[in-house]
């Protein structure tokens, strides 16, 4: 319908264990929602352990209200949404029904709940309903915005803090509270769902063809003769059915992680408890050489879920195992989760997160332009964006992919984007990269709409009058926006500091490769243009010019080309971006250009794929907050390192691949599509590390798949390094499909045993998908 007017409704750290034959993860994903009225839904136990069954915000959604969905001027359409009774999913209808997992959204997906006019789509078709009716909920990753329009501006706001409790409640949770929620012994409430479906005739018995049925649902295909084995164990009554303690009995038997138990075993002893020096000897045996008896018992405390072992500062199985599946077990160094490098160095000394073609949603031969592309950028940390600006009608200039049919937004809606979103993640300054197509007239406008728009957030002079020539740093420009643009001849000098030099990745084949036969050094080259006094005005740091190789060297000339390059970065920004030629907004590998101390690596923040991941590796450390300090040899005006000869391996990383949790059904409607996992290990850095090594495939395994295996690596440039995890399902026949990754910078990877944090392709998180893996890294 139509709804314009509508109203209604963890002993020797070198010798990891080989784990043994099965391994299982404590817990499974929540499970698909089922459809309205098909199966029995969990009771309230989720919402309960949350503290918010009885909140009244709460309880309205779980009754469901009738929203208007808003797509278009004329798909204006009445949609039933309802929060699920897990607290953690929203179910909503379709018109035309499909597959159980088409129906919901998770709410730990949520980016941001926007009230009112605050989207794109509500600005400019929900101008007939009443901004208090009016809300917006972003997702992370490419999905869509879901605007709606509640029948009352009441309803709207239940829905706007019903989320926002759900979602802050989720973001509090300690990892003793989420464990307790779903404890390891305690299997109802998460798998409720999965034998509600199992069970056929709905008789809350499960014969041995329902658990069959089960198995595969959690992606597993067990041996018959052992699954059998296993149900006639637990089938105590004898009579060919499991229910009630014996399902259980089964869960847990078939939950259990033997690796951990091992592992915990070397260091309990017979008494099969952790006590507080004990598990200090394991966090030591880590590589946590600054754990304290206080800090094991800090722990034990936290993740400990008996009460009467805590009480005592014993640490049973299941609290180690909920120590190795929180942040703090986790292979990412979590000091690392929070600002800590030095912010107060000249912006040239820094990596920073730069997106190409930002307004693109799609392709960058026909896709939309959108202000929400933007939106997106700074909520995934980037700081330089980038605007392709040309003549628009009424005198308002329009951003577009010009020549192309990609569809135009005003120059001013995305300046007014910046100013709400460019500091809601990092405080850091953010640049706009202005690629200016237009005439001297509309060069004005936009230099009054950054004015008018930005205020006193826009850098206009110098912020130091006594040292002109230095860059600031991150911490002194701190929310601030810097336009980075041409400049008027006479007002800019050839080695001015702030110059940066810009290039297309050009040459090989493939496109990732950004200079012909090494890397020359640099020679700006003017482009004669007629620029507005207004705009070049506001290039005061980041004075735009295109760069061309030079040879032979001028600068350095008995320097080696790559260092050359990298000398030039350590006092100038470079901004690379990719080639204008690419049909379908592809991106290249910017590892090799951050190896030279390339400081704007540009990359298509919205197409997918490794590029994208080694870039969100990259900026994960140091609060993503978008900035990421250049290692010494890439910031000293002298230095002598080249990546294409970084000299002999300074570091061996040893990685023991042990086990998998819980790995996504890649067909979630098939219930016989089982993946067959393998896991691949990359090391990106200076070419001479650059490595690929992978374990070999599981049949038919992706619930709990063992390997046991172990890869090695050596490294001549590790604080350059990033190390990607990968999981694939095998294929003979065709290419592997992609199951899931997690990157990271090798400088912020922890050792000992770790479980690694599977991510989508997108970027989203595959909780609870882990690896289990043993690191050692030794220089």
């Given at each position: 319908?139509?709804?314009?007017?509508?109203?209604?409704?963890?002993?020797?750290?070198?010798?990891?264990?080989?784990?043994?034959?099965?391994?299982?993860?404590?817990?499974?994903?929540?499970?698909?929602?089922?459809?309205?009225?098909?199966?029995?839904?969990?009771?309230?136990?989720?919402?309960k352990?949350?503290?918010?069954?009885?909140?009244?915000?709460?309880?309205?959604?779980?009754?469901?209200?009738?929203?208007?969905?808003?797509?278009?001027?004329?798909?204006q359409?009445?949609?039933?949404?309802?929060l699920?009774?897990?607290?953690?999913?929203?179910w909503?209808?379709?018109?035309?029904?499909?597959?159980?997992?088409?129906?919901?959204?998770f709410?730990?997906?949520?980016?941001?709940?926007?009230?009112?006019?605050?989207?794109?789509?509500?600005?400019?078709?929900?101008?007939?309903?009443?901004?208090?009716?009016?809300?917006?909920?972003?997702?992370?990753?490419?999905?869509?915005?879901?605007?709606?329009?509640?029948?009352?501006?009441?309803?709207?706001?239940?829905?706007?803090?019903?989320?926002?409790?759900?979602?802050?409640?989720?973001?509090?949770?300690?990892?003793?509270e989420?464990?307790?929620?779903?404890?390891?012994?305690?299997?109802?409430?998460?798998?409720?769902?999965?034998?509600?479906?199992?069970?056929?005739?709905?008789?809350?018995k499960?014969?041995?063809k329902?658990?069959?049925n089960?198995?595969?649902?959690?992606?597993?295909?067990?041996?018959?003769?052992y699954?059998?084995?296993?149900?006639?164990?637990?089938?105590?009554?004898?009579?060919?059915?499991?229910?009630?303690?014996?399902?259980?009995?089964?869960?847990?038997?078939?939950?259990?992680?033997?690796?951990?138990?091992?592992?915990?075993?070397?260091?309990?002893?017979?008494?099969?408890?952790?006590?507080?020096?004990e598990?200090?000897?394991?966090?030591?045996?880590?590589?946590?050489?600054?754990?304290?008896?206080a800090?094991?018992?800090?722990?034990?405390?936290?993740?400990?879920l008996?009460?009467?072992?805590?009480?005592?500062?014993?640490?049973?199985?299941?609290?180690?195992?909920?120590?190795?599946?929180?942040?703090?077990?986790?292979?990412?160094?979590?000091?690392?989760?929070?600002?800590?490098?030095?912010?107060?160095?000249?912006?040239?000394?820094?990596?920073?997160?730069?997106?190409h073609?930002?307004?693109?949603?799609?392709?960058?031969?026909?896709?939309?332009?959108?202000?929400?592309?933007?939106?997106?950028?700074?909520?995934?940390?980037?700081?330089?964006?980038?605007?392709?600006?040309?003549?628009?009608?009424?005198?308002?200039?329009?951003?577009?992919?010009?020549?192309?049919?990609?569809?135009?937004?005003?120059?001013?809606?995305?300046?007014?984007?910046?100013?709400?979103?460019?500091?809601?993640?990092?405080?850091?300054?953010?640049?706009?990269?202005?690629?200016?197509?237009?005439?001297?007239?509309?060069?004005?406008?936009?230099?009054?709409?950054?004015?008018?728009?930005?205020?006193?957030m826009?850098?206009?002079?110098?912020?130091?009058?006594?040292?002109?020539?230095?860059?600031?740093?991150?911490?002194?420009?701190?929310?601030?926006?810097?336009?980075?643009?041409?400049?008027?001849?006479?007002?800019?000098?050839?080695?001015?500091?702030?110059?940066?030099?810009?290039?297309?990745?050009?040459?090989?084949?493939?496109?990732w490769?950004?200079?012909?036969?090494?890397?020359?050094?640099?020679r700006?080259?003017?482009?004669?243009?007629?620029?507005?006094?207004?705009?070049?005005?506001?290039?005061?740091y980041?004075?735009?010019?295109?760069?061309?190789?030079?040879?032979?060297?001028?600068?350095?000339?008995?320097?080696?080309?790559?260092?050359?390059?990298?000398r030039?970065?350590?006092?100038?920004?470079?901004?690379?971006?990719?080639?204008?030629?690419?049909?379908?907004?592809?991106?290249?590998?910017?590892?090799?250009?951050?190896?030279?101390?390339?400081?704007?690596?540009?990359?298509n923040?919205?197409?997918?794929?490794?590029?994208?991941?080694?870039?969100?590796?990259?900026?994960?450390?140091?609060?993503?907050?978008?900035?990421?300090?250049?290692?010494?040899?890439?910031?000293?005006?002298?230095?002598?390192?080249?990546?294409?000869?970084?000299?002999?391996?300074?570091?061996?990383?040893?990685?023991?691949?042990?086990?998998?949790?819980?790995?996504?059904?890649?067909?979630?409607?098939?219930?016989?599509?089982?993946?067959?996992?393998?896991?691949?290990?990359?090391?990106?850095?200076?070419?001479?590390?650059?490595?690929?090594?992978?374990?070999?495939?599981?049949?038919?395994?992706?619930?709990?798949?063992?390997?046991?295996?172990?890869?090695?690596?050596?490294?001549?440039?590790?604080?350059?390094?990033?190390?990607?995890?990968?999981?694939?399902?095998?294929?003979?026949?065709?290419?592997?499909?992609?199951?899931?990754?997690?990157?990271?910078?090798?400088?912020s990877?922890?050792?000992?045993?770790?479980?690694?944090?599977?991510?989508?392709k997108?970027?989203?998180?595959?909780?609870?998908?882990?690896?289990?893996?043993?690191?050692?890294?030794?220089?």
């Amino acid at each position: 319908m139509l709804c314009g007017s509508w109203r209604s409704r963890r002993r020797q750290p070198e010798e990891p264990l080989v784990p043994a034959q099965v391994a299982t993860p404590v817990g499974l994903a929540s499970p698909p929602a089922s459809q309205e009225g098909n199966i029995k839904r969990p009771g309230l136990r989720a919402l309960k352990k949350m503290g918010l069954s009885e909140d009244e915000d709460v309880r309205a959604m779980l009754r469901g209200s009738r929203f208007c969905k808003i797509r278009s001027p004329t798909w204006q359409k009445e949609r039933l949404y309802r929060l699920q009774e897990d607290g953690l999913s929203v179910w909503f209808q379709r018109r035309i029904p499909r597959a159980p997992s088409q129906h919901i959204f998770f709410v730990q997906h949520i980016e941001a709940i926007r009230e009112g006019h605050q989207s794109e789509g509500l600005r400019h078709f929900g101008g007939a309903f009443e901004p208090a009716r009016c809300l917006t909920i972003a997702f992370k990753g490419r999905r869509k915005n879901l605007d709606l329009v509640a029948p009352t501006a009441e309803e709207a706001q239940r829905w706007v803090r019903g989320l926002a409790k759900l979602r802050a409640r989720l973001d509090a949770m300690s990892q003793r509270e989420r464990l307790d929620q779903y404890p390891p012994g305690d299997t109802h409430t998460w798998i409720h769902s999965y034998l509600h479906r199992a069970d056929s005739n709905q008789d809350s018995k499960m014969s041995f063809k329902e658990i069959k049925n089960l198995l595969r649902m959690v992606n597993l295909d067990m041996n018959d003769m052992y699954a059998y084995g296993l149900f006639k164990e637990c089938d105590r009554s004898k009579n060919e059915r499991l229910e009630g303690p014996e399902i259980e009995e089964f869960l847990r038997r078939l939950l259990k992680r033997p690796e951990l138990e091992e592992v915990f075993h070397r260091y309990s002893g017979e008494d099969r408890v952790l006590s507080a020096s004990e598990l200090l000897e394991f966090l030591e045996d880590q590589g946590e050489h600054k754990a304290t008896l206080a800090h094991a018992q800090q722990l034990i405390h936290t993740y400990e879920l008996n009460e009467t072992a805590k009480q005592h500062e014993l640490m049973t199985l299941d609290g180690f195992m909920m120590y190795l599946l929180s942040p703090e077990g986790a292979a990412l160094d979590l000091a690392h989760t929070r600002v800590f490098q030095d912010m107060d160095q000249p912006l040239a000394h820094y990596f920073i997160s730069s997106s190409h073609n930002t307004y693109l949603t799609d392709s960058q031969i026909g896709g939309p332009s959108s202000t929400e592309a933007y939106v997106r950028a700074f909520a995934q940390g980037c700081r330089c964006v980038e605007l392709d600006c040309w003549e628009g009608p009424g005198g308002e200039p329009v951003i577009y992919h010009g020549h192309t049919l990609t569809s135009k937004i005003l120059f001013r809606d995305v300046i007014q984007a910046v100013r709400e979103h460019a500091f809601t993640v990092s405080p850091y300054p953010v640049i706009l990269s202005l690629e200016n197509h237009c005439g001297l007239e509309q060069q004005a406008a936009m230099a009054r709409h950054l004015h008018t728009i930005l205020g006193d957030m826009l850098v206009t002079q110098t912020l130091d009058s006594q040292n002109p020539e230095e860059l600031p740093s991150p911490e002194r420009l701190k929310g601030r926006v810097l336009v980075k643009g041409k400049k008027l001849p006479d007002t800019r000098s050839e080695n001015a500091w702030g110059q940066v030099a810009e290039r297309r990745e050009v040459g090989r084949p493939g496109g990732w490769s950004w200079w012909v036969g090494g890397r020359p050094p640099l020679r700006l080259v003017s482009q004669a243009k007629q620029i507005s006094p207004e705009l070049s005005a506001l290039a005061v740091y980041c004075s735009s010019e295109r760069v061309i190789p030079q040879w032979p060297p001028q600068s350095h000339p008995t320097s080696p080309p790559g260092n050359s390059f990298v000398r030039h970065n350590a006092r100038h920004l470079t901004r690379v971006y990719p080639l204008g030629l690419r049909m379908n907004s592809a991106n290249y590998s910017p590892q090799e250009m951050w190896n030279s101390g390339c400081q704007l690596v540009a990359l298509n923040f919205q197409t997918p794929g490794y590029e994208m991941d080694l870039n969100a590796g990259r900026f994960l450390v140091n609060g993503q907050c978008g900035y990421i300090l250049k290692p010494v040899r890439l910031r000293s005006p002298n230095t002598t390192f080249d990546p294409e000869c970084p000299g002999p391996p300074r570091t061996t990383l040893t990685i023991q691949v042990l086990t998998a949790q819980q790995l996504p059904k890649l067909n979630t409607e098939k219930p016989n599509s089982i993946v067959d996992p393998l896991v691949r290990i990359e090391i990106h850095g200076v070419p001479a590390d650059c490595a690929r090594k992978k374990t070999n495939y599981v049949l038919n395994n992706g619930f709990n798949p063992r390997w046991g295996q172990t890869l090695q690596f050596q490294l001549r440039v590790p604080e350059l390094a990033l190390v990607r995890f990968v999981v694939e399902d095998y294929d003979a026949t065709s290419p592997n499909d992609f199951v899931g990754q997690f990157t990271l910078p090798l400088s912020s990877l922890k050792q000992g045993y770790r479980h690694i944090h599977l991510l989508s392709k997108d970027g989203a998180s595959l909780s609870p998908a882990t690896l289990f893996v043993h690191i050692c890294i030794r220089s």
